[in-house]
């Protein structure tokens, strides 16, 4: 179906909505949506309406007195503007870059029947709009989330204190990636504004931004030494700068289409980026010398990760299909190479896209996102547990480091913490 014929159907129902809207953000899009001047009508809006009534739903179902159904889980990819490539979304909003620490609780609600079991909830921490970005600190301590709109939030996992509220008013829309660098002190996001912001963990302080990338910046990784960033973007390019310096040392070109991820190898030698061109690519991190090329994927590469014994990689693609495979395919020393292990999702969305793989500290079991998180063993492909109390798509996940838990954020706007410890002997 056309754009002219979803915009005739859909056009009625989005002015009656924009009417009782009380998202201004949504009201903005609805009168972009129906500009008497087609070309001034934003090429992405269907796709982050449907985001914006379903955050409406959300907060009207909130208001309710009465108990609701369960709603109908939906599948809204962050990764899914890919699709339609160009940069849509809202009109950036004039203001400049804030920062509040407060002695606030997060709204944090501990979950009434936890279990010590496998895949029991801790607690849920509720942010307000889709996570699409999380992760823990170092030390297991804290956790960060990026949002779709435009906030960095970092709290203590424990009991959700010690809120730091960042907030870019002149962002676009969202946070599109957001991670804990490896000595503890800093944390940088990325999103639609094209630029990389780095600040002090503790304070708050902004240290650093960098704005080599000319299109939204979709992910992030550090170095394992801290000292250097590597971000992906819808320019098609990875970008590798100095956080102390800011200064561009790479630039890898390599890409025909978006870059969806990037993992750095735990010895610093080499960045993997995963990419809408159906590829991973492996390249030296210090030079952007072109290594390998895995073409294992026939559709667009969501998601890259390496493994943290630096043995193995796991991709994931809009298919629904997660892959390992080995770096003796490219650095044999000596090592016999192995056939990839292949791994579809399940339950009712094996063909959802795969929005981020994530390795367990051991290196033993990978989890993968698409609607749920499903965790799996990286060696045989046997599903060993899938986590389903989110209420939308899950968007983002990650692995606390000692390899207890698992921070999950889905479209809902929820941060949710669970056991993810795997018995002995189980997978």
Not at 32 to 52: A, C, G, N, T, Y
Not at 69 to 75: F, S, T, W
Not at 241 to 251: C, E, N, T
Request: one cysteine or more; hydrophobic letters at 40%.
């Amino acid at each position: 179906m056309s754009l002219r014929s979803l915009l005739h159907i859909a056009l009625p129902k989005l002015r009656k909505r924009s009417r009782r809207a009380q998202s201004l953000p949504l009201k903005r899009l609805i009168r972009q949506m129906i500009h008497k001047d087609v070309h001034k009508r934003p090429f992405m809006s269907l796709v982050m309406i449907r985001q914006e009534l379903q955050q409406q739903e959300l907060q009207l179902l909130a208001t309710q007195q009465t108990p609701t159904p369960p709603l109908k889980k939906r599948l809204l990819s962050r990764r899914s503007l890919l699709k339609v490539g160009g940069l849509a979304g809202l009109a950036a909003a004039s203001g400049t870059l804030a920062w509040l620490v407060e002695s606030q609780v997060l709204n944090i609600v501990p979950h009434p029947v936890y279990s010590p079991n496998m895949g029991g909830t801790i607690c849920t921490y509720n942010t307000g709009r889709g996570v699409l970005g999380v992760a823990w600190s170092p030390d297991g301590m804290r956790l960060v989330m990026g949002n779709a709109n435009g906030h960095v939030q970092a709290w203590d996992a424990n009991t959700g204190l010690h809120v730091i509220d960042f907030h870019a008013p002149h962002l676009r829309r969202r946070i599109e990636d957001v991670i804990w660098l490896p000595e503890g002190n800093a944390i940088a996001a990325g999103g639609d504004d094209s630029i990389v912001w780095v600040w002090n963990a503790a304070t708050g302080q902004l240290q650093r931004t960098y704005a080599g990338h000319t299109n939204w910046v979709i992910t992030l990784a550090s170095s394992p030494d801290g000292k250097y960033i590597a971000s992906g973007s819808f320019d098609t390019t990875v970008q590798v700068w100095g956080v102390a310096s800011g200064q561009q040392a790479v630039i890898y070109r390599g890409h025909t289409d978006k870059i969806c991820s990037v993992a750095w190898s735990p010895d610093s030698r080499y960045i993997a980026s995963a990419s809408y061109d159906a590829t991973v690519q492996v390249w030296e991190a210090a030079t952007g010398r072109p290594v390998y090329t895995y073409s294992g994927h026939a559709v667009p590469v969501y998601t890259v990760a390496w493994s943290p014994d630096g043995k193995h990689i796991a991709s994931g693609d809009v298919g629904g299909t997660a892959q390992v495979w080995s770096v003796a395919l490219f650095e044999s020393n000596g090592q016999q190479q192995q056939n990839p292990l292949t791994y579809n999702q399940q339950g009712g969305y094996q063909h959802s896209p795969v929005e981020a793989v994530i390795w367990s500290p051991d290196s033993r079991y990978v989890a993968s996102i698409s609607h749920d998180v499903q965790i799996w063993n990286s060696f045989t492909g046997e599903q060993i547990f899938m986590y389903t109390h989110h209420t939308f798509a899950v968007q983002s996940v990650a692995w606390s480091p000692n390899g207890k838990y698992i921070a999950s954020g889905g479209i809902e706007g929820t941060v949710q913490v669970w056991n993810a410890l795997i018995e002995q002997g189980k997978g």
